[in-house]
Structures are given as structure tokens and as C-alpha cells.
Nanobody, 113 residues
Framework: VQLVESGGNMVQPGGSLRLSCAAS????????MAWVRQAPGKGPERVSI????????YYADSVKGRFTISRDNAKNMLYLQMNSLKPEDTAQYYC???????WGQGTQVTVSS
């Protein structure tokens, strides 16, 4: 299993970023997927989960209405569109299986003025 995230950056509060994750080594199209974030000194937080078919998703209350998860099963890609970013969104973001068995290496998102 290989999960490779990209798209992290430093942005000002109110800005937007789009994270991408390239998946390989397993049957992506039949796997539920998640974005997980971890800030320094804190435990992992499941930000969003999307069902295998892309027809159902879950969002943590902290990001609901601002983040959108999506996937392209033909390309084995997972995405996270993040809008109206806040300083408290600063964290390492990981593409992962919802049970946290498999993680990528992460991409850093920093929201600061």
C-alpha cells in the first residue's frame, strides 16, 4: 500500500488549499478513504471520510461547511478541498484508511498571517 499526499503549503487565514493523494498497491475503488490531521502535541483527528463509491462522506464538526472530500476512482486519487482556512487548521495532513491501518507520509498545512 502506498499513499502519497501533496498540496500542502502555508496560507493566510481565509485562504484555500487543495490536497491530493495518489494511492497504489491496493484496490482503491472498493476502499473507504479518509483524511486525517495531526497537530503538534495532539492526537490524530479524522477530518473527513468518503465511501468507496464517493456517494457518502463524513466531516468532523471542526471542518464541516469548509472542507470537501472527493475521489476519482479511475485515477486512484483522493482530494481534500479546504476553504476558509483557520489557524487551528494548521497540522500535518495524511491520506489514510479510516481504520488508520495505512497512512501516507503527510503534507504540511500552515495557516498563519
Amino acid at each position: 500500500v502506498q499513499l502519497v499526499e501533496s498540496g500542502g503549503n502555508m496560507v493566510q487565514p481565509g485562504g484555500s488549499l487543495r490536497l491530493s493523494c495518489a494511492a497504489s498497491g491496493f484496490t482503491f475503488s472498493t476502499s473507504n478513504m479518509a483524511w486525517v490531521r495531526q497537530a503538534p502535541g495532539k492526537g490524530p483527528e479524522r477530518v473527513s471520510i468518503i465511501k468507496a463509491g464517493g456517494d457518502n462522506s463524513y466531516y468532523a464538526d471542526s471542518v464541516k461547511g469548509r472542507f470537501t472530500i472527493s475521489r476519482d476512482n479511475a485515477k486512484n486519487m483522493l482530494y481534500l478541498q479546504m476553504n476558509s482556512l483557520k489557524p487551528e487548521d494548521t497540522a500535518q495532513y495524511y491520506c489514510a484508511t479510516p481504520n488508520l491501518l495505512y497512512w501516507g507520509q503527510g503534507t504540511q498545512v500552515t495557516v498563519s498571517s
